[in-house]
């Protein structure tokens, strides 16, 4: 569910993606971070994905992203909850605007428990062939392709490998492997698009309050402010995600046995929570460690 209004912090009042981009071309917005959920009991920030880009290097317009965490309170949160719960795949990215490509894969976020039926002599995590349609899909062909797809376990081995593919990503154009893989290198936030890239980098599992910190071991920069980017997740995905990795007991046992090589599917760029770095992590489907 996509917010159709947050609070501009600098305004002092909900508006539209497309009103923000009007106030940020004026200087009455100066931040895509300056954005909180727009119900009375929520203060969850946001930010206007794609605000500080060039029109003409857009891929999209902007539009909001919730990149901190809901209040109990939050009427939204409930409604996004609500429609989760009410969808079968709850991780699918894909829309039904996303057309076929010839020789892309797509990444397959479904949790273990909700994967699909692979046919047989597939590798895990990959989907591909044809299925039958629903009766009111494409009934004079009786089958629809379906797009190959990977697991982000999957499609971190095949970066490791140097192997060449392409990959199709929500809403965009195709892309090559290597160029949706980003090392956390030093880079000015600046430097990213709001677009589906995995972050990585070597980096450190912290026990925090409430969850799991993973704290890459480089530093990103924004202005003057200059640290190590992390994200963050909660108790309550990881009970929640048919994971084994990502059980508490197997977490538990990484802390103090020294870093490892994190990665990060996110939809939007690193951005500033405070005078931290973070980027935002769905759930343990976008997440990874070696």
Avoid at 84 to 92: G, Q
Avoid at 268 to 276: C, H, L, M
């Amino acid at each position: 569910m996509k917010l159709e209004k947050a609070l501009a912090e600098e305004l002092g009042k909900r508006i539209t993606a497309q009103e923000a981009d009007m106030q940020y071309e004026d200087g009455k917005i100066t931040s895509k971070f300056k954005f909180q959920c727009p119900d009375d009991n929520c203060n969850a920030q946001v930010t206007c994905a794609n605000l500080n880009r060039p029109k003409h290097k857009r891929k999209r317009d902007p539009y909001y992203k919730v990149v901190g965490d809901h209040s109990a309170e939050c009427q939204i949160a409930k409604d996004i909850e609500y429609q989760r719960k009410s969808l079968r795949f709850t991780a699918d990215i894909y829309s039904d605007s996303d057309e076929y490509i010839d020789n892309a894969i797509r990444l397959n976020l479904l949790p273990p428990s909700t994967k699909r039926p692979e046919p047989a002599g597939k590798n895990d995590g990959e989907v591909g062939g044809k299925v039958r349609a629903k009766p009111d899909n494409f009934p004079e062909l009786g089958t629809r392709k379906t797009q190959p797809s990977k697991t982000l376990s999957s499609l971190i081995d095949a970066f490791l490998a140097n192997e060449s593919h392409t990959v199709q990503l929500p809403g965009t154009d195709r892309l090559n492997i290597k160029e949706l893989f980003i090392e956390i290198n030093g880079q000015d936030l600046s430097d990213f698009e709001d677009e589906f890239r995995i972050y990585y980098g070597k980096g450190w599992i912290n026990k925090r309050k409430g969850g799991y910190s993973f704290v890459f071991a480089n530093k990103l920069k924004f202005g003057e402010l200059e640290n190590k980017p992390s994200t963050y997740l909660s108790d309550n995905k990881i009970e929640e995600s048919s994971f084994r990795r990502f059980k508490k007991s197997t977490l538990d046992k990484l802390l103090d046995s020294g870093p490892q090589k994190i990665f990060l599917l996110s939809e939007t760029a690193p951005y500033i929570n405070k005078n931290f770095i973070n980027i935002w992590c769905e759930g343990p489907e976008y997440l990874d460690y070696r």
